[in-house]
């Protein structure tokens, strides 16, 4: 399994960093997108056709998903490389009406897009396969309906696990329990002391989680662009013995 980091600023893009957006690529040949954040559909292009992809979303934050309406553009009118299959979409409850308001013409309307994207819900704890990948998703602890996600590849049996937007939880432990690579958010920076409660992590929190879930590697990403990034590795490293590593827009995990 590969997973390539398209964007990984927290909360907005930087320049040179897309908001959030992943690509999961498992060993049997297909493709997962995981969240698509501004500025992820143009990185994904570099890569393969964007609609040749399952769609993933952790949540439905502006951050995580406003690449979408140009993503059923390319599927339904690119030229040559248009999507000639359905694929599967999940996502929070809300999914088709939230992001189908995004594709409509007018204010009111919702756009059904059905005809290239077969949508289910996550339910916290039920596992979906997805491509090559099985995908279950644990209930995070953020505004609105969000989830982490724990991807395991069922040959190898190797496990990509992925925070989403969080503040501290068992169930983000869960989800990362045993992990060959974890990608935590870190939007709080260094610490979370002083912040709201219920929204993000600090790369303490992060590398506390990935001690408590015995992860192989951390991958530290959301972390916004006004934040001190080598304070935040710096954080999570008291807390965590194995790797940390600062997520960066075009990354490439082997797992
Ligand atoms: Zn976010
Ligand atoms: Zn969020």
Redesign the pocket.
């Known amino acids: 399994m590969k997973l390539t980091i398209l964007g990984c600023s927290?909360?907005l893009g930087a320049p040179g960093n897309p908001a959030?957006g992943y690509l999961l690529s498992p060993d049997d040949g297909s493709s997962v997108i995981v969240d698509l954040g501004p500025g992820t559909l143009a990185a994904l292009q570099e890569i393969q056709n964007p609609a040749d992809a399952h769609v993933l979303f952790s949540h439905l934050?502006a951050?995580?998903c406003l690449d979408f309406p140009s993503l059923m553009v390319w599927r339904r009118f690119h030229p040559e490389l248009k999507a000639t299959q359905r694929h599967r979409c999940l996502g929070p409850a809300h999914t088709p009406v939230h992001l189908g308001r995004l594709t409509a013409d007018e204010p009111d309307d919702v756009d059904d897009f059905s005809d290239t994207l077969e949508f289910t819900a996550w339910r916290h704890g039920h596992t979906e396969t997805v491509g090559g990948v099985e995908v279950t998703p644990f209930t995070a602890s953020h505004p609105g309906e969000a989830y982490a996600l724990r991807m395991q590849d069922p040959v190898s049996g190797k496990v990509v696990a992925y925070s989403g937007?969080s503040a501290d939880h068992p169930n983000i432990v869960a989800a990362a329990r045993g992990a060959d690579l974890f990608l935590c958010e870190a939007?709080w920076g260094p610490t979370s002391e002083g912040k709201i409660m219920g929204m993000h992590m600090s790369g303490e929190e992060a590398g506390r989680i990935a001690a408590a879930a015995g992860v192989k590697r951390l991958g530290l990403v959301?972390i916004q662009p006004w934040t001190d990034k080598e304070a935040t590795l710096a954080a999570a490293r008291t807390e965590f013995d194995g790797e940390v590593i600062l997520g960066e827009p075009g990354m490439v995990f082997d797992v």
């Open positions: 927290g909360s959030s934050h951050d995580h937007d939007g959301h």
